[in-house]
């Protein structure tokens, strides 16, 4: 059974930081992608970052220039750093893992809330 515990969620500002992080445990087999997802009410979820095995990253054009995503593969970890948040960056953040057999994984999700 693979886990993934998201942290670092919460109220912030406009033009704030925060700092998500998710690790991941359990039979997860070799990683290959690692990522964010996010949805807020009434929207479908999207892609928001990742990161692959290979350090490979790619962004929602939203995003661009104020987030950056990392990972850590000896601690199964990826974190998303979040600057300059805007209230539309509100919503629930989801991660998401891809292992080698192109299984996926979801956590249950951290909730930001970005003030005006």
């Known amino acids: 059974q693979v886990q993934l515990v998201e942290s670092g969620g919460g109220l912030v500002q406009a033009g704030g930081s925060l700092r998500l992080s998710c690790a991941a445990s359990?039979?997860?087999?070799?990683?290959?992608?690692m990522g964010w997802y996010r949805q807020a009410p009434g929207k479908q979820r999207e892609l928001v970052a990742s990161?692959?095995?290979?350090?490979?990253?790619n962004y929602a054009d939203s995003v661009k220039g104020r987030f950056g995503v990392s990972r850590d593969n000896a601690k199964n970890t990826v974190y998303l750093q979040m600057n300059n948040l805007k209230p539309v960056d509100s919503a629930n953040y989801y991660c998401?893992?891809?292992?080698?057999?192109?299984?996926?994984?979801w956590g249950k999700g951290t909730l930001v809330t970005v003030s005006s």
């Open positions: 998401n893992i891809r292992n080698v057999r192109g299984e996926i994984y």
């Open positions: 359990g039979s997860i087999f070799s990683i290959n992608t």
């Open positions: 990161i692959t095995s290979g350090g490979s990253t």
